[in-house]
């Protein structure tokens, strides 16, 4: 079995050596990513809160009994909002969802040289620990080497950590403007202790998608995971999150951002699908 990858700095221990994260059974199938990503667009005037049943979603499949209750919802902002208000809704979603006895494991993966210098320095200070992982190669034939993909996931470094600082997602969103709004998943996981492999789960999160997959360990041991959605949202699959109190924390968020919210969704009661009512702002 080969390794996720190689450690190059950090405090250690967060990574496992185990290598079947990510490993999909063929009847697990992937809709392709959104289109129309890019950082200039208009603002948001409305928020949608969806919630579905799916165990395949954008960027990864969810390792779950059909038959067990598992809340899934996306927190779509619709295209249509500039990386600026986009930020704040899903940095306050972020906080929204974390009980303030937790902390947020979480995972940002980047090219750029240095990009980690500051979010490290940040962890530093704080104690907080973190690895910095450079992924092993999906391919190493000489002449998948050669192409574009290639020479770039060969820059490729995953800043994976652990905080109770509050305000993080924020922070990291600032910080990755890239990473985040137009290249990669961003995954976080809000727990009161240590997910087992936590480490080894969001270095998969941010993997390629068709080797991605949340597991039902992750799952059971934390109160939620979220994962955002480039310019269109974010993602939150959790066992623990009740789904009237996500509407009621997702509707405080419309109200402070003055925007209309419809809620679809979800409940499914005998085959049947609930239309959830609609929110408008105060």
Known sequence: MTSLGRIIRGSGGLLTSQSDWGAISPEYSLPKSPDGIGPFKSRVRQLRLIFDNRRNLYYYNVDWPKRSPLLIATLDTFDSG?????????????????PSDHRIYFAVANEEKRSHNEVEEMLETNGDR????????????????????????????????????????????RTYFSAWYMESVVPFI???????????????????????????????????????????GIILVSDKVAQPELIERVRRIAAEHTLELSVKGAETTGGLTHEIQRHEPP
């Open 82 to 98: 500039d990386h600026l208000e986009v930020r704040r809704i899903v940095s306050d979603f972020v906080g929204a969802n974390t």
């Open 130 to 173: 973190y690895e910095l992982v450079k992924p092993t190669p999906r391919s190493r034939h000489w002449f998948s080497m050669l192409l574009p993909c290639s020479r770039r996931e060969a820059n490729r470094r995953i800043l994976v950590a652990s905080t109770a600082r509050s305000g993080i997602a924020d922070y990291l969103l």
């Open 190 to 232: 809000v727990a009161k202790r240590d997910p087992t492999n936590w480490g080894n789960q969001l270095v998969n999160l941010t993997g390629p998608k068709n080797q991605a997959i949340l597991h039902r360990d992750v799952i059971k041991e934390s109160y939620c995971i979220m994962t955002t959605l480039w310019d269109h």
